[in-house]
């Protein structure tokens, strides 16, 4: 039975060595920060949320060596984007340039607060309208009206009762 556990166990603990650590060489620490900064920003087109340095894709892999071929190549990061956007298209981005296809993305929020402000705005005076008072004197008519129904709920009471 122990040697049934220490299978599993070992089965279990191994499965992270099967993962290829890829490791790319670079001349200068320059380099390497540009190239990790890359694959941090640009998005696995198979992954769909998942950028180029958490995906373990075979399209991921095809990236990050190209990526690195074209540091090394010294491209520079505009020649780099533009290739990947050209490519894949925006999507690759996890921050979308502004264009026209993607005024949407950048200006719906700005819209949609607006509008929420708009809303609170109208419900809030349109509140204060509702809470006009009239100052005008009562007539005679609504005096006695008033004066009788505050003696009816005087009588109403018991004796002894708060109001």
């Given at each position: 039975m122990k040697s049934v556990w220490l299978c599993l166990a070992l089965m279990l603990f191994s499965v992270g060595a099967a993962a290829v650590i890829e490791t790319y060489q670079f001349d200068t620490p320059l380099q390497q920060k540009r190239y990790h900064a890359f694959i941090e920003e640009l998005r696995c087109p198979k992954c769909q949320n998942q950028n180029l340095s958490g995906s373990d894709s075979a399209i991921s892999k095809d990236l990050r060596r190209q990526i690195h071929q074209m540091i090394m190549?010294?491209?520079?990061?505009i020649e780099i984007t533009q290739?990947?956007?050209a490519r894949y298209g925006d999507f690759i981005?996890?921050?979308?340039?502004?264009?026209?296809?993607t005024a949407v993305l950048w200006l719906a929020p700005i819209a949609l607060l607006m509008l929420g402000l708009l809303v609170w705005w109208r419900m809030a005076s349109g509140r204060k309208s509702k809470l006009v008072v009239n100052d005008a004197p009562l007539s005679s008519d609504e005096q006695a009206r008033l004066?009788?129904?505050?003696?009816?709920?005087?009588?109403?009471a018991k004796p002894g009762e708060k109001r």
């Open positions: 190549d010294d491209k520079s990061d290739y990947m956007v981005l996890y921050r979308p340039r502004f264009s026209g296809q004066q009788e129904l505050l003696a009816d709920d005087g009588a109403a």
